[in-house]
């Protein structure tokens, strides 16, 4: 026996190592191919969580973008609305200056209405209103109020010796003479040419008397100044109180009547009014 020969039973036992090794590969092979489906699904997770990122970032992309729009859209709102803003102020202002101008042009306009463009007394319109709200209030008799009649003397030969010019400056200088004169609750009106007429709140007859007296001294003692030198000019008054027992017209008759009792007693005097009823003396 050559001493490099294997026994017979080793020779027999071969086979056997050999199968066990096909085994082992085998095994390993298995879990190879167990570890690869493995590989497998988790490649197919990987791919799935893959795709599931992309399409969440084209959907940020795409929010991204609607956000960018939006705040475009937003930034040209706001500017149009700024833009609005802007025009209805500027439209608030217009108007505001408009009514204020028409407030302005309805006050002027009221103004030009009650008063007498010459000589700045109360139109004869509202000094009568006046009157009537006057005369209202004195029918409880809280309230004695008078009324003058003035009439400016000789007016028509200022006229025609110095031109109507003239005529206009010696009644706006009589008139401010009478507004020096009275008090501030007192108010004038131009009844007409060259008439005029004067309210004298809380006065009875004897009060609005010394007033009426005041009043015809003050005109006499301040000649108005004409281009040819100072002019004295004088009024004749007629005076007539409120009573309970008459209406506001009939006083203000008996004050006119009273009026020409004073141009027919010589001018430059005051006369009063009889009382309701009774004859003037």
């Not at 570890?35 to 399409?55: K, P, Q, T």
């Not at 009514?99 to 004869?124: F, G, K, V």
């Not at 005076?239 to 008459?246: D, I, Q, V, W």
């Not at 006083?251 to 001018?267: Q, S």
Request: charged share 30%; with cysteine.
């Amino acid at each position: 026996m050559s001493p490099h020969r294997a026994p017979a039973h080793d020779l027999l036992s071969e086979p056997a190592d050999a199968f066990s090794l096909f085994d082992t590969e085998e095994a390993v092979l298995g879990r190879s191919e167990v570890m690869l489906a493995r590989l497998a699904e988790v490649g197919d997770g990987v791919r799935e969580l893959a795709g599931a990122y992309r399409r969440s970032y084209h959907e940020q992309r795409r929010l991204v973008r609607l956000s960018d729009r939006m705040q475009l859209d937003l930034h040209r709102v706001n500017q149009r609305m700024a833009e609005q803003q802007r025009a209805l102020r500027h439209l608030n202002d217009a108007l505001s200056a408009e009514i204020e101008h028409r407030a302005r042009l309805e006050a002027e306009l009221r103004r030009l209405a009650d008063t007498d463009h010459l000589t700045d007394a109360l139109s004869r319109r509202r000094f009568l209103q006046i009157c009537e709200e006057v005369w209202a209030r004195t029918q409880s008799g809280d309230t004695p109020s008078s009324v003058l009649m003035l009439d400016l003397d000789r007016f028509k030969l200022i006229n025609d010796r110095y031109g109507h010019s003239a005529g206009d400056t010696v009644l706006k200088a009589f008139v401010e003479t009478c507004r020096d004169s009275l008090r501030a609750v007192d108010v004038i009106g131009r009844m007409g040419g060259e008439e005029f007429a004067i309210l004298v709140t809380g006065t009875v007859m004897a009060e609005a008397q010394v007033i009426a007296e005041a009043l015809r001294r003050a005109v006499a003692q301040r000649p108005v100044r004409l281009e040819h030198g100072p002019l004295p000019i004088s009024v004749s008054i007629g005076l007539a109180a409120f009573g309970p027992s008459e209406s506001m017209s009939a006083t203000l008759r008996r004050a006119d009547a009273a009026l020409y009792a004073a141009k027919h007693a010589g001018r430059d005097c005051v006369r009063c009014a009889a009382e309701p009823g009774a004859s003037l003396t």
